[in-house]
């Protein structure tokens, strides 16, 4: 072949330059992005030409080549135009690429670490650093796996924050690799490097201390730091994975270069020398290799400084299908720019910063499939039934027309107890989402509006030292029942407090002597909410009781209360999903004896008609009605009967005046 006499592209352009645009939300990747990868799926097999080797004679030589087929238009890179048709223009990034060798080529890498990204020649790589050399790889076949094990020095610069290159050499079997050496054939071999490690912001730990070693001053002096920290902006620091995943992708096919995904030219590497077909509008694309890091988690990272002297490396060598390639790469890529906007300040999406898709990966990678498919279940059955449970309550409480079975002690201390949750979360809102403190407000909002529902909510002149309080005043003279239900409701809070209040006064004394806080506010707040999760089942009790002494549970919301009790089989499957305490997991089965007593109370407690039912309705005043509207019944009945028979009467009567029934008469003997 002629040598190539098209113009060679500046350095700057030998790679189609990634477009940084901003980060996606964990909604739109979840909605969208199903949509987008299932059609761009369905289009790229139902289109998909393979793009193997097929054999041409070169006229010139005689020779019998290989090159890739079914690349429409364009002509094979080995069969490229010495110059380019009369009238057409030399574009610098081409409108549409082929592949430059056949997808089932097979090829050799070599695979070396250095602190610049400038490459040294091979020949002076310290063998220490060349860390993969593998010959013959079959890029089409999806069986050829090889693995790399080794350790490495780390070089003095990646140890004060600078980066670890890796330097990719890649060729057809037999060509020279480095750039460097003579006889270097830019259609046989190419190279690229590319950073083994990241930059990742470092996350702010809250600083804690033991309140009883407290130093009159440090809040303020510490309050001072943080507030500096804060001025400075993130801290970002360097990290390193010891698992490394390469990936060749040889099935892209011939492809437009704008319509390719940002994520997607990331890694595409144009051919270098910058030739052209005869319309000078496209070129050709090395094979590409995937920099795999979607299973690199941050919580797996290493931090990188003086310390680290070694280390270690494994390295897995594969093929991957484009659509993988395309779902795996886009994800990271707006996950990790979600990341690096939060980590500068700059608005981010609903969804957050990526760590939302980090905590999806660890459930993958954490998680036995069986179990994450039973979790996967158990997550939207929980969601319908806290949904279906959720509206059989407001109705319940919409429907109600007394406090008969009502605790409004335990609906007061339900409202306490999610405050102390909210300010909780709040008090970490570091960790926490705005959806979940959103969710939390709304919570607290409808127990509020379920106070209002049983009782009058007023202000009242106080003798005490503030000089109002707020008074909770039955909406309307109870009756004896719902006297009988306050008197229950208030011994049952009685002894309640006999056992809790001891156990919460211990827990604190304990979380003072043993566990460090932030602050003495963090302190109180961490106790209260640490009291609510491990006795927040107490609030049940009190309701217990009122069934108990008024032998009924018609006053209960009884659909909400069976949405809730299957919900608690569906809190304790998760017990033995999820990663916990043991503890832990055993505390989910405390709501399980409360519901069990309930079903145990239902069915001692059989339906009486002449009590009320769950929202209020029936009772003695309802029985009345109905024997009262019966006895009417009964009186229209007989009205109709006399009505009947006096019609027949008058019939008869007028049958006889008129003679109408002489036919029928007897003759006389």
């Known amino acids: 072949m002629a040598d190539q006499v098209l113009p060679r592209r500046p350095a700057d352009q030998a790679q189609a330059p990634p477009d940084f645009g901003g980060g996606m939300s964990i909604n739109k990747l979840l909605l969208g992005g199903a949509v987008y990868f299932g059609l761009s799926f369905f289009m790229n097999w139902y289109t998909k030409k393979e793009q193997t080797g097929i054999t041409i004679t070169d006229t010139n030589t005689g020779k019998l080549v290989t090159v890739p087929g079914n690349i429409g238009t364009i002509p094979p890179y080995q069969f490229r135009p010495n110059h380019l048709d009369e009238g057409a223009t030399y574009r610098a990034i081409p409108k549409t690429v082929a592949p430059i060798w056949a997808q089932d080529s097979h090829v050799d890498i070599t695979v070396t670490l250095s602190p610049s990204f400038n490459a040294v020649p091979l020949s002076n790589t310290p063998e220490e650093y060349v860390v993969m050399q593998e010959k013959d790889f079959h890029i089409n076949n999806y069986t050829d796996k090889r693995v790399i094990e080794t350790t490495f020095p780390v070089p003095k610069a990646v140890q004060n924050n600078g980066t670890l290159w890796g330097h990719f050499y890649i060729g057809l079997p037999g060509s020279v690799l480095d750039p460097k050496q003579s006889g270097y054939d830019p259609g046989l071999a190419y190279h690229f490097a590319y950073p083994l490690t990241q930059y990742l912001p470092k996350k702010k730990i809250a600083k804690v201390r033991n309140l009883l070693d407290d130093v009159p001053g440090r809040d303020k002096i510490e309050e001072q730091e943080e507030e500096e920290a804060r001025q400075k902006g993130p801290i970002i620091a360097n990290y390193y994975h010891p698992n490394a995943s390469f990936a060749f992708v040889p099935d892209l096919g011939v492809k437009e270069l704008n319509a390719l995904p940002p994520a997607a030219r990331h890694y595409l590497q144009l051919e270098a020398s910058g ?174 509006w379920k106070i209002t529902t049983v009782v009058d909510v007023r202000i009242r002149p106080s003798n005490g030292i503030l000089p109002y309080k707020i008074a909770f005043e039955d909406k309307t003279k109870l009756t004896e029942t719902e006297e009988k239900t306050k008197e229950y409701d208030e011994i049952a809070f009685k002894y309640m407090y006999y056992a809790a209040i001891p156990l919460l006064i211990a827990y ?135 009505e009947a028979k006096s019609k027949e009467v008058i019939e008869d009567v007028k049958a006889k005046a008129t003679g109408a029934d002489a036919g029928k008469a007897k003759k006389r003997k």
Do not use: C
């Open 275 to 448: 030739a052209r077909d005869g319309t000078g509008q496209n070129g050709w694309y090395y094979p590409m290799l995937f920099i795999n890091t979607f299973w690199q988690l941050n919580s797996h990272m290493m931090l990188l400084n003086e310390t680290v002297t070694e280390l270690p490396l494994r390295i897995d060598l594969n093929n991957m299908a484009s659509w993988k390639f395309q779902l795996l790469a886009n994800i990271e890529f707006n996950s990790k720019e979600s990341a690096r906007q939060a980590a500068f300040g700059n608005s981010i999406s609903a969804t957050g910063d990526g760590s939302e898709i980090e905590m999806v990966k660890e459930i993958f990678i954490d998680t036995n499939p069986i179990l994450l498919g039973i979790t996967a279940f158990a997550s939207i059955a929980h969601m319908f039934l806290e949904m279906l449970a959720f509206g059989s309550d407001i109705a319940h409480y919409r429907k109600k027309k007394d406090n008969v079975g009502i605790s409004v002690r335990s609906i007061l201390a339900n409202v306490f107890m999610q405050t102390i949750i909210f300010l909780y979360l709040l008090d970490n809102q570091q960790n926490t989402s705005w959806m979940i403190l959103g969710q939390q407000v709304i919570g607290i909002l409808i127990e509020f």
């Open 508 to 642: 604190g004394i304990y979380s003072l002597l043993y566990d460090s806080h932030k602050s003495w506010y963090s302190y109180i707040i961490t106790t209260l909410v640490g009291s609510v999760y491990a006795y927040g089942f107490l609030m049940m009790v009190p309701s217990l009781y009122i069934n108990y002494r008024l032998k009924s549970v018609a006053h209960m919301p009884g659909k909400a209360m069976m949405y809730k009790f299957l919900n608690t089989f569906i809190d304790d499957l998760f017990a033995f999903t999820i990663k916990m305490p043991l503890l832990h997991r055993l505390a989910t089965f405390r709501d399980d004896i409360i519901f069990f007593i309930y079903l145990y109370q239902r069915y001692a407690y059989r339906i009486d008609y002449s009590r009320v039912n769950e929202f209020g309705q029936g009772g003695e005043d309802e029985a009345e009605d109905k024997s009262e509207a019966k006895g009417k019944e009964l009186a229209a009945e007989k009205v109709k009967e006399v």
